[in-house]
């Protein structure tokens, strides 16, 4: 039987995108794939009279490519590349038989689906359609120019075998367990719930990915499903954690009757290398590893949105240098800080306007009141001078600072600014 | 009060690490009083000169400026260096000679171990540290043990906060190793308003924006240069370290001025002294020059050129290059002084010029002014494909150790500079406002800043002993090009020598044509044996018929010709010089046109200045012109001339341009001058600081005007060919040189296997053969080989890939370029031979034939066709011009063609078309077009407003085939087309090829700026 092949070009098309709708066509037939960057192939044979023969499968598959908002250019034939052909450059769309070779000779070589290169050389001899080149004896067409070009005439014209290699989608992590007798029992739900993670996590190892979001549908007897779903802040693929995360979501589960299939599905995906296995126990990435874990626990209990995680920014003035982020996002480095900018465990925000008195103006602080709280400097360090990060949108409102680290005569110690206009500030308590 | 000297400075030639001019730091620190200053910039001794010469030249003078460098190793660490005396200096050079030769351009590789070699009589600083790390530590155990004596350790207070401790324990280690200590500020600019330019440049040099930045970017502005109290103030508790910054300033006495220069030696005749080398040459030259005897009025020139030469010792750098222009002579090399050389009589009688200043009429001391201490400057160019000859010629003659060529510093310009600010602040259309002000105004700051070292076009120094000890050299960006870390202005400043050697392709041309003349013709001639002032040139020139003909080819100067029609050699000076931003800035053009005409009555500001312009009818058109109103209109001396000159040319004296136009036009005032005169002529002055041409400079040039225009008018296909074989040169591209030769009744033959040379060539009937090199793509070995293998000819293509060697793909071209044409073979059957063929054919096969062709006959190509192969494989068609065969439609479009334009009424509205040739943006119409589009009739100019090449922008910029609407212009025999609407036609030129896709026309524009 003459095998039919549809052809579609989508021009413009972005590699995901065609990836998507490849998917998508599945629904016309099994045997389909990506054809070039921008064209997809079908395999057609005896399947065009489900969508009501061929024109009306044309028609069905450009119209809803057009919804789709993509403009596409259909073609039938008995073979790929003249499919591929009446796509691109034909003005007939459904063509068998004996009346291809009419159809294409008149047809540009660009048709011939041949390098660019090879066409400009064509077409430099004067051989623009596919019809020159059919005139010219094919032992002159070998001898110039290889046997790129015969091979793609005789896929043309001689039906030489065009074997469809069709698409498969990768195959998701997912796994399923079907239990003999119903289970009810928070127990007996992780003890499958353990073999389903031992067979995910295994997988993901293999493919060095991470789960980001997991989800566990619980199927009852008659049919009505209860999820419990598992974020981590973190890519991970680790049994025990997981295990953990789930557990405080388990008991949550409505069994009523009891359940009877399992589903436990990844949802998110990020990439994560391999574990190099270390020899010694007190390991510094284990370390960060037993705070991820914590981390995601805390997420579990409180909520994600309300466990943040602390930066050091890379900023002389203390407002700007830390700064709290959500843990769920990729931590970033916090910055190196220089160990002599010493600054205070805790910052009075905003600065607490104090009266200093100096014994010569521009000096050394002597006493500041804290209100009425008189306080002695006995001991002081500084200054520390911090110009205003200018580029800042909002500037500061302080001007230059000079900072000063002092200690009273109660053993307290403090960090005072002065500044650009003379006044002073206390900003926090150091210890 | 205590004095202070601050020995850590680093200006903005540490480029992007600085954020003040060296001349901004010298000010500051005579202002303060400081004791010296010394510029210590990184691993680089550009700056100096500037600094030297800024305090040199201040009136009250109160510090000291101390050499000095700062050495940043390959490891992390640096040490400043200062060399105390000038045989240390000399070696500082060479260690910075070492460290940048053997790294790639712009980078420096030292290490501790090299310093060790060059350390005599240096002293050396180690920079204070922020940390003490182990490398650091190591550092200055290391620097202890080897300059013991000559070191010291700077203490930098930068309030960091704990900087009394910090210090404290600094000194302490630096006590452990016996190193003495002393006081810096480690400054980075002279003021503290720059650091936020100061963050800006960071961010530049680390890629970063600034909000990125973080701590690499100061934490405060304490890096600006201090003034002594405060510095006494700082370092109160170290009164040694303030008092060792005066004791290492004492013992540093080298200065820039002990520099000798010397000429090398080998350039006189051995047993007489440069002088009377000089002289005698000059005779023997002079009696060259004058076969029926030396005029006495001559003589009387030369005895005065060489006092003022013997009173400056100049002898030598006549003998210079004099030696390099005898060389290029002995080689055929064609080569003519320009610049303000001209002025001299000896130096036409060495044949370094070629138009006699005598009978021009200048003076010799515009050459060498009596005020100016500054050595003389003679710009040689050479043809154009044969200077490096020359170039290599110097390197062997005076070795690479003792020649090295000019740097030229190049700066931030406004479009770069706005780039850089735009990527370091994230400027985007949001930005609000007060931002974009800010960002602005600091890119303001940062234009004029170096940004690197580049080499420039030609400039020479040449020294007696080794170059390495006077300068740094360092790698240009081309291979074996060795540059010496100054430029021209500071060359000059310390009174050194350079020699330009320079290119220019009409000298190419115009040997060439002498080599023509001579072969075909029987004629030899020489730059100064053309016949002189010859009407039918004169004729020709008015008529502006003048493509390819040196520098008066361009539009603007072929809109001039008619109206200026010259008449005599003078002339040509003045049209050389006037289509120059200079006088056209000063609006100088019209008023001398219109005097011409006789439209206007002659008359001079003052009876003073009639003597200066008498010759350009009251006009000042020269360089030295404005110069002279100048110094007798506004009472500049000639030195205040020169520097206002100067400060307009570069960016070296910031700042300084308001004030010398208020005291120019303050001093025209005074001497009773109308002020808006005075207006035009400053803004004259500020266009010739750039572009300016001295009327000496103007008649070399002109020289070869005449020269190229006599050529053409008398021998246009020897002037065609020579064209053709010097290409890429001058404004029109080979299809324009072409069609010109061919509208003055020169047959142009295609190219041909069988009677092609590499070259074009001359043939009988005055005929020129295009040659092998116009085939694109087509390698000179092949095409050579072609030729020397052909004998008697060629029969088939595969013959000539067997007897010439030539593979298939040299075939192709040459079947592209159809130029198989006496084999009976068209383009594509050519073609289709030459593809049978493989790349490397092996000689035995390839006699054999391989095996018997099946006839094929391949479909024939339209003429329009051809036309397109034509211009794809050479650039030009002898056939039809492309747009004959879209007349039709454009007919229907109702286009104008060119030739119809020339009878149009002015002010009527008409639509032309046609394929673009130039786009050109001058310099002195900022906001204008132009461009030249051409159809088969010949070329329209069109004249685009800002607001019409705003509104049509990709059509303007991209279009190839290119319609526009506009009203006409004329004036005189020049006419114009004022754009108002432009289309991009492009795509019409499909119609040319119905067969092709993607057919484009491969037309290259020119464009200009």
């Given at each position: 039987?003459?095998?039919?092949?549809?052809?579609?070009?989508?021009?413009?098309?972005?590699?995901?995108?065609?990836?998507?709708?490849?998917?998508?066509?599945?629904?016309?037939s099994?045997?389909v794939?990506?054809?070039?960057?921008?064209?997809?192939?079908?395999?057609?044979?005896?399947?065009?009279?489900?969508?009501?023969?061929?024109g009306?499968?044309?028609l069905?598959?450009?119209?809803r490519?057009?919804?789709?908002?993509?403009?596409?250019?259909?073609?039938?034939?008995?073979?790929?590349?003249?499919a591929?052909?009446?796509?691109?450059?034909?003005?007939?769309?459904?063509?068998?038989?004996?009346?291809?070779?009419?159809?294409l000779?008149?047809?540009?070589?660009e048709?011939?689906?041949?390098?660019?290169?090879?066409?400009?050389?064509?077409?430099?001899?004067g051989?623009?359609?596919?019809?020159?080149?059919?005139?010219i004896p094919?032992?002159?067409?070998a001898a110039?120019?290889?046997?790129?070009?015969?091979?793609?005439?005789?896929r043309?014209?001689?039906?030489?075998?065009?074997?469809?290699?069709?698409?498969?989608?990768?195959?998701?992590?997912?796994a399923?367990?079907?239990?003999?007798e119903?289970?009810?029992?928070?127990?007996?739900?992780?003890?499958?719930?353990?073999?389903?993670?031992?067979?995910?996590?295994?997988?993901?190892e293999?493919?060095?990915?991470?789960s980001?979001?997991?989800?566990?549908?619980?199927?009852?007897?008659?049919?009505?499903?209860?999820r419990?779903e598992?974020?981590?802040?973190?890519?991970?693929?680790?049994?025990?954690?997981?295990?953990?995360?789930?557990?405080e979501k388990?008991a949550a589960?409505q069994?009523?009757f009891?359940?009877?299939t399992?589903?436990?599905?990844?949802?998110?995906?990020?990439?994560?290398?391999?574990e190099?296995?270390?020899?010694?126990?007190?390991?510094?990435?284990k370390?960060e590893?037993?705070?991820d874990a914590?981390v995601?626990?805390?997420?579990?209990?409180?909520?994600?949105?309300d466990?943040?995680?602390?930066r050091?920014?890379e900023?002389?003035?203390?407002?700007?240098?830390?700064?709290?982020?959500?843990?769920?996002?990729?931590?970033?480095?916090?910055a190196?800080?220089?160990?002599?900018?010493?600054r205070?465990?805790?910052l009075?925000?905003?600065?607490?306007?104090?009266?200093?008195?100096?014994?010569?103006?521009g000096?050394?602080?002597?006493?500041f009141?804290?209100?009425?709280?008189?306080?002695?400097?006995?001991?002081?360090?500084?200054?520390?001078?911090?110009?205003?990060?200018?580029?800042?949108?909002?500037?500061?409102?302080?001007?230059?600072?000079?900072?000063?680290r002092?200690?009273?005569?109660?053993g307290?110690?403090?960090?005072?600014?002065?500044?650009?206009?003379?006044?002073?500030?206390?900003?926090?308590?150091?210890? | 009060?205590?004095?202070?000297?601050e020995?850590?400075v680093?200006?903005n030639?540490?480029f992007?690490?600085?954020?003040?001019?060296?001349?901004e730091?010298?000010?500051?620190?005579?202002?303060?009083?400081?004791y010296a200053?010394?510029?210590?910039?990184?691993?680089?001794?550009?700056?100096?000169?500037?600094?030297?010469?800024?305090?040199?030249?201040?009136?009250e003078?109160?510090t000291?400026?101390?050499?000095?460098c700062?050495?940043?190793?390959?490891?992390?660490?640096?040490?400043?260096?200062y060399?105390?005396?000038?045989?240390?200096?000399?070696?500082?050079?060479?260690?910075?000679?070492?460290?940048?030769?053997?790294a790639?351009?712009?980078?420096?590789?030292?290490?501790?171990?090299?310093?060790?070699?060059?350390?005599?009589?240096?002293?050396?600083?180690?920079?204070?540290?922020q940390?003490?790390?182990?490398s650091?530590?190591?550092?200055?155990?290391?620097?202890a043990?080897l300059?013991?004596?000559?070191?010291?350790?700077?203490?930098?207070?930068s309030?960091?906060?704990?900087?009394?401790?910090w210090i404290?324990?600094?000194?302490e280690?630096?006590?452990?190793?016996?190193?003495?200590?002393?006081?810096?500020?480690?400054?980075?600019?002279?003021?503290?308003?720059?650091?936020?330019?100061q963050?800006?440049?960071?961010c530049i040099?680390?890629?970063?924006?600034?909000?990125?930045?973080?701590?690499?970017?100061d934490a405060n502005?304490?890096?600006?240069?201090?003034p002594?109290?405060?510095?006494?103030?700082?370092?109160?508790a170290?009164?040694e370290?303030?008092?060792?910054t005066v004791?290492?300033?004492?013992?540093?006495?080298f200065?820039?001025d002990?520099?000798?220069y010397?000429?090398?030696e080998?350039?006189i005749?051995?047993?007489?002294?440069?002088?009377?080398?000089?002289?005698?040459?000059?005779?023997?030259?002079?009696?060259?020059?004058?076969?029926?005897?030396?005029?006495?009025?001559?003589?009387?020139?030369?005895?005065?050129?060489?006092?003022?030469?013997a009173e400056?010792?100049?002898?030598?750098?006549?003998l210079?290059?004099?030696?390099i222009?005898?060389?290029?002579?002995?080689?055929?090399?064609?080569?003519q002084?320009?610049?303000?050389?001209?002025?001299?009589v000896?130096?036409?009688?060495?044949?370094?010029?070629?138009?006699?200043?005598?009978?021009?009429?200048?003076?010799?001391?515009?050459?060498i002014?009596?005020?100016?201490?500054?050595?003389?400057?003679?710009?040689?160019?050479?043809?154009?494909?044969?200077?490096?000859?020359?170039?290599?010629h110097?390197?062997?003659?005076?070795?690479?150790?003792?020649?090295?060529?000019?740097?030229?510093?190049?700066?931030?310009?406004?479009?770069r500079?706005?780039?850089?600010?735009?990527?370091?602040?994230?400027?985007?259309?949001?930005?609000?406002?007060?931002r974009?002000?800010?960002?602005l105004?600091?890119?303001e700051?940062?234009?004029?800043?170096?940004r690197?070292?580049?080499?420039?076009?030609?400039?020479?120094?040449?020294?007696?002993?080794?170059l390495d000890e006077?300068?740094?050299?360092?790698?240009?960006?081309?291979?074996?090009?060795?540059?010496?870390?100054?430029?021209k202005?500071?060359?000059?400043?310390?009174?050194?020598?350079?020699?330009?050697?320079?290119?220019?392709?009409?000298?190419s041309?115009?040997r060439?044509s002498?080599?023509?003349?001579?072969?075909?013709?029987?004629?030899?001639?020489?730059?100064?044996?053309?016949?002189h002032?010859?009407?039918?040139?004169y004729?020709?020139?008015?008529?502006?018929?003048?493509?390819?003909v040196?520098?008066?080819?361009?539009?603007?100067?072929?809109?001039m010709?008619?109206?200026?029609?010259?008449?005599?050699?003078?002339?040509?000076?003045?049209?050389?010089?006037?289509?120059?931003?200079?006088?056209?800035?000063?609006?100088?053009?019209?008023?001398?046109?219109?005097r011409?005409?006789?439209?206007?009555r002659?008359?001079y500001?003052?009876?003073?200045?009639?003597?200066?312009l008498?010759k350009?009818?009251?006009?000042?058109?020269?360089q030295?012109?404005?110069?002279?109103?100048?110094?007798?209109?506004?009472?500049?001396?000639?030195?205040?001339?020169?520097?206002?000159r100067?400060?307009?040319?570069?960016?070296?004296?910031?700042?300084?341009i308001s004030?010398?136009?208020?005291r120019f036009?303050?001093?025209?005032?005074?001497?009773?001058?109308?002020?808006e005169?005075?207006?035009r002529?400053?803004?004259?002055?500020e266009?010739f600081?750039?572009?300016?041409?001295?009327?000496?400079?103007a008649?070399?040039?002109?020289?070869?005007?005449?020269?190229?225009?006599?050529?053409?008018?008398?021998y246009?296909d020897?002037f065609?060919?020579?064209l053709?074989?010097?290409?890429?040169?001058?404004?029109?591209?080979?299809?324009?040189?072409?069609r010109?030769?061919?509208?003055?009744?020169v047959?142009?033959?295609?190219?041909d296997?069988n009677?092609?040379?590499?070259?074009?060539?001359?043939?009988?009937?005055?005929?020129?053969r295009?040659?092998?090199?116009?085939?694109?793509?087509?390698?000179?070995?092949?095409?050579r080989?072609?030729?020397?293998?052909?004998?008697?000819?060629?029969?088939?293509?595969?013959?000539?890939?067997?007897r010439?060697?030539?593979?298939r793909?040299?075939?192709?071209?040459?079947?592209?370029?159809?130029?198989f044409?006496?084999?009976?073979?068209?383009?594509?059957?050519?073609?289709?031979q030459?593809?049978?063929?493989?790349?490397?054919?092996?000689?035995?096969?390839?006699?054999?034939?391989?095996?018997?062709?099946?006839e094929?006959?391949?479909?024939?190509?339209?003429?329009?066709?051809?036309?397109?192969?034509?211009?794809?494989?050479?650039?030009?068609?002898?056939?039809?011009?492309?747009?004959?065969?879209?007349?039709?439609?454009l007919?229907?479009?109702?286009?104008?063609?060119?030739?119809?334009?020339?009878?149009?009424?002015?002010?009527k509205?008409?639509?032309?078309?046609?394929?673009?040739?130039?786009?050109?943006?001058?310099?002195?119409?900022?906001?204008?077009?132009f461009?030249?589009?051409?159809?088969?009739?010949?070329?329209?100019?069109?004249?685009?407003?800002?607001?019409v090449?705003?509104?049509?922008?990709?059509?303007?910029?991209?279009?190839?085939?290119?319609?526009?609407?506009?009203?006409?212009?004329?004036?005189?025999?020049?006419?114009?087309v004022?754009?108002r609407?432009?289309?991009?036609?492009?795509?019409q030129?499909?119609?040319?090829?119905?067969?092709?896709?993607?057919?484009?026309?491969?037309v290259?524009s020119r464009?200009?700026?």
């Open positions: 039987m003459a095998r039919c092949f549809l052809s579609v070009y989508c021009p413009g098309i972005a590699g995901d995108r065609l990836i998507r709708v490849v998917e998508w066509c599945d629904r016309y099994p045997l794939a990506p054809d070039g960057p921008d064209g997809i192939i079908l395999d057609v044979t005896g399947c065009t009279h489900l969508f009501g023969g061929e009306p499968l044309l069905d598959i450009r119209r490519l057009h919804r789709m908002g993509l403009e596409s250019y259909g073609a039938i034939a008995d073979a790929w590349s003249i591929w052909a009446l796509a691109r450059f034909g003005r007939r769309f459904i063509v068998h038989g004996e009346a291809a070779a009419s159809v000779d008149p047809m540009p070589v048709a011939l689906r041949i390098p660019a290169e090879l066409a400009e050389e064509l077409r430099r001899l051989i623009s359609t596919i019809a020159a080149v059919r005139k094919r032992r002159s067409l110039r120019f290889g046997s790129t070009l015969l091979w793609r005439l005789d043309m014209f001689h039906q030489a075998e065009e074997p469809l290699t069709p698409w498969r989608p990768p195959a998701p992590y997912r399923s367990r079907i239990s003999g119903p289970v009810s029992t928070v127990q007996d739900v992780s003890y499958v719930l353990r073999d389903l993670l031992r067979e995910i996590c295994t997988r993901l293999r493919d060095h990915l991470g980001r979001r997991m989800e566990l549908a619980c199927y009852r007897l008659d049919g009505t499903v209860d419990c598992v974020r981590t802040s973190k890519p991970t693929r680790s049994l025990s954690h997981l295990m953990r995360l789930f557990g388990l589960l069994s009523d009891g359940f009877e399992f589903v436990l599905s990844v949802s998110d995906l990020e990439a994560l290398a391999p190099q296995l270390s020899l010694s126990q007190v390991d510094s990435t370390e590893e037993t705070f914590l995601d626990r805390f997420g579990m209990r409180l909520g994600f949105g466990v943040n995680r602390v050091v920014c900023s002389y003035l203390p407002e700007y240098a830390v700064e709290f982020r959500s843990a769920t996002e990729p931590a970033m480095a916090s190196d800080w220089p160990p002599y900018r010493i205070p465990i805790r009075v925000q905003p600065p607490m306007r104090i009266e200093v008195s100096t014994l010569i103006p000096g050394l602080p002597v006493q009141f804290i209100g009425r709280q008189k306080h002695r400097i006995l001991r002081s360090e500084g200054p520390e001078r911090l110009a205003s990060e200018w580029w800042r949108e909002n500037g500061s409102r302080w001007g230059e600072r000079d900072y000063y002092i200690e009273d005569d109660n307290y110690r403090f960090w005072i600014f002065c500044d650009s206009s003379g006044r002073w500030f206390l900003h926090g308590h150091l210890a | 009060m205590r004095e202070y000297a020995l850590q680093s200006s030639f540490s992007l690490r600085g954020a003040s001019h060296p001349q730091l010298m000010n500051a620190a005579n202002e303060y009083g400081l200053i010394a510029l210590t910039d990184r691993n680089t001794l550009s700056g100096i000169v500037l600094a030297h010469s800024t305090l040199k030249k201040m009136k003078r109160r000291r400026f101390l050499v000095g700062r050495l940043d190793f390959t490891n992390g660490e640096s040490l400043l260096c060399p105390t005396n000038r045989k240390a200096y000399g070696r500082l050079t060479q260690l910075l000679t070492l460290g940048r030769r053997r790639p351009k712009g980078e420096c590789l030292l290490g501790l171990d090299d310093v060790a070699d060059y350390a005599e009589d240096q002293h050396f600083v180690l920079p204070f540290p940390v003490l790390t182990e650091a530590r190591t550092h200055m155990e290391r620097c043990n300059f013991r004596r000559n070191l010291h350790l700077a203490l930098t207070h309030c960091r906060g704990d900087d009394k401790q404290r324990t600094v000194a280690f630096a006590r452990s190793l016996f190193i003495p200590l002393v006081a810096t500020n480690d400054v980075l600019y002279h003021d503290p308003d720059r650091k936020m330019l963050d800006v440049v960071t040099l680390e890629k970063c924006t600034l909000a990125e930045a973080g701590f690499r970017l502005a304490e890096r600006h240069l201090k002594p109290r405060i510095m006494a103030q700082i370092f109160a170290w009164p370290a303030l008092e060792a004791e290492i300033a004492d013992r540093c006495c200065s820039l002990e520099l000798r010397e000429y090398p080998e350039i005749t051995p047993g007489l002294s440069a002088f009377e080398d000089l002289k005698a040459r000059a005779l023997e030259g002079a009696r060259g020059r004058y076969p029926e005897g030396v005029p006495e009025e001559v003589l009387k020139q030369i005895e005065h050129e060489l006092k003022l030469i400056r010792e100049y002898a030598p750098y006549f210079t290059v004099h030696e222009v005898k060389f290029a002579k002995s080689k055929g090399i064609l080569c002084g320009r610049g303000s050389a001209g002025n001299s000896i130096c036409y009688c060495l044949g370094i010029t070629e138009a006699d200043p005598i009978a021009c009429g200048l003076l010799f001391e515009r050459f002014s009596a005020a100016r201490n500054e050595p003389p400057d003679i710009d040689v160019d050479f043809e154009h494909e044969r200077r490096e000859e020359v170039i290599q110097i390197y062997e003659k005076y070795g690479r150790d003792r020649a090295g060529l000019t740097a030229t510093v190049v700066h931030y310009r406004m479009k500079a706005l780039r850089e600010v735009s990527k370091v602040f994230e400027l985007t259309n949001k930005t609000p406002p007060e974009r002000k800010l960002a105004g600091l890119m700051e940062l234009v004029g800043f170096p690197h070292l580049s080499q420039h076009v030609g400039g020479f120094v040449i020294a007696r002993g080794r006077l300068v740094p050299l360092e790698n240009a960006r081309m291979k074996d090009r060795i540059v010496i870390q100054w430029e202005d500071d060359i000059d400043e310390l009174g050194m020598m350079k020699v330009d050697v320079l290119g220019l392709g009409m000298l041309a115009i060439r002498f080599e023509l003349l001579e072969r075909h013709y029987g004629q030899t001639f020489t730059l100064a044996s053309i016949p002032e010859d009407p039918a040139v004729e020709m020139l008015q008529r502006a018929d003048t493509i390819g040196f520098q008066v080819e361009s539009r603007a100067q072929q809109s010709l008619p109206r200026l029609k010259p008449e005599r050699f003078y002339d040509l000076v003045i049209e050389v010089a006037i289509v120059r931003p200079g006088p056209i800035q000063g609006d100088m053009v019209h008023p001398y046109l219109k011409r005409e006789g439209k206007e002659v008359a500001p003052s009876p003073e200045l009639k003597a200066v008498k350009t009818l009251g006009v000042p058109l020269f030295e012109q404005a110069m002279q109103i100048a110094i007798i209109g506004a009472n500049f001396s000639p030195d205040e001339a020169d520097e206002l100067r400060s307009l040319a570069t960016f070296r004296h910031v700042g300084t004030s010398l136009r208020e036009l303050e001093g025209m005032r005074k001497n009773g001058y109308p002020q005169f005075a207006k002529c400053f803004s004259q002055i266009g600081g750039t572009y300016g041409f001295p009327e000496a400079h008649i070399s040039f002109a020289n070869l005007v005449y020269v190229s225009a006599w050529i053409k008018c008398h246009p020897v065609c060919a020579a053709l074989n010097s290409q890429p040169m001058g404004f029109y591209a080979p299809a324009q040189l072409v010109d030769a061919r509208e003055h009744a047959e142009i033959r295609p190219i296997v009677h092609s040379d590499w070259e074009s060539t001359l043939e009988p009937h005055h005929a020129v295009l040659g092998l090199h116009m085939v694109s793509g087509l390698p000179e070995k092949d095409g080989a072609l030729v020397a293998a052909r004998g008697s000819g060629y029969r088939t293509p595969s013959e000539i890939a067997r010439a060697g030539c593979g793909r040299a075939l192709d071209r040459l079947a592209q370029a159809d130029a044409g006496s084999l009976a073979l068209g383009r594509r059957q050519a073609l289709w030459a593809s049978v063929l493989d790349e490397k054919m092996p000689p035995l096969f390839a006699q054999a034939e391989l095996f018997e062709e099946p094929v006959t391949l479909p024939s190509a339209t003429v329009s066709q051809e036309v397109l192969e034509d211009y794809r494989a050479t650039g030009l068609t002898l056939r039809a011009h492309p747009l004959s065969f879209l007349r039709s439609r007919n229907a479009r109702r286009v104008t063609t060119a030739i119809e334009l020339k009878t149009t009424p002015p002010g509205t008409v639509l032309v078309a046609g394929l673009v040739l130039f786009r050109q943006r001058p310099q002195t119409a900022k906001e204008t077009i461009i030249t589009i051409e159809d088969e009739t010949g070329a329209a100019n069109l004249i685009v407003w800002k607001h090449h705003e509104k049509y922008r990709d059509a303007v910029y991209h279009a190839k085939f290119l319609a526009c609407r506009g009203v006409m212009q004329r004036e005189g025999q020049v006419i114009h004022v754009a609407h432009i289309w991009d036609w492009s795509a030129l499909k119609h040319l090829d119905p067969q092709q896709r993607a057919s484009m026309l491969p290259r464009d200009f700026r």
